[in-house]
């Protein structure tokens, strides 16, 4: 029991705040190792993990940058491409209309000698059907006319060349006759 007493006088003449100088002692030696421990290899460490992360980091923004400089590069490009190919296909527009516009002409303008060929051939044509209606009617008239003449003279023209001296006098007399009426209307 006197243990017990002198433990417990000991105890109320000791600040219950305050711990005791071994245990003060042993406690900064322990918390000057652990420090010590702790500043020669964790920290090390942590900012070796640090200045890693931070240049992953550092990195990332920076391929981030370039690739964004990349794509805005390329979207430029892009532009400037699409921009070409327009103003190539506005050109191929233009050309086609101006080819359009001359083949449009070159076939108008074949097409206006075709048509002028085709009346030319018609009228050579009807100059041809008139000579040859002209001298059928020559031929007609004559007869007609020698064998009136011969009716009315009394005698027979049926000699060739005297026929055809006649019929080409009388023409001719028509001709004149025909010429000088039209003149005088």
């Known amino acids: 029991m006197l243990k017990t007493e002198v433990v417990l006088a000991a105890e109320e003449h000791a600040n219950p705040i305050l711990p005791d100088l071994p245990e003060l002692i ?42 964004q400089a990349e794509a805005e590069s390329a979207l430029a490009e892009y532009k400037a491409q699409l921009a070409d190919a327009r103003s190539e296909a506005a050109k191929i527009r233009d050309d086609a209309r101006l080819e359009a516009e001359q083949i449009k002409a070159e076939l108008r303008s074949d097409a206006e000698a075709e048509a002028q060929r085709i009346v030319a051939q018609g009228q050579a044509q009807l100059q041809a059907q008139k000579a040859q209606i002209v001298a059928e009617l020559r031929a007609d008239l004559g007869r007609n006319a020698v064998e009136l003449a011969g009716r009315i003279v009394g005698e027979s023209l049926e000699d060739e060349a005297r026929r055809r001296g006649t019929v080409d006098r009388f023409l001719s007399e028509l001709e004149t006759t025909g010429a000088g009426r039209g003149a005088g209307k």
């Open 26 to 67: 042993l406690g900064i030696v322990a918390f000057l190792i652990l420090l010590f421990i702790l500043k020669k290899y964790v920290v090390p460490r942590f900012e070796t993990m640090y200045e890693e992360r931070a240049q992953k980091i550092e990195g990332g923004i920076e391929r981030a940058e370039k690739a």
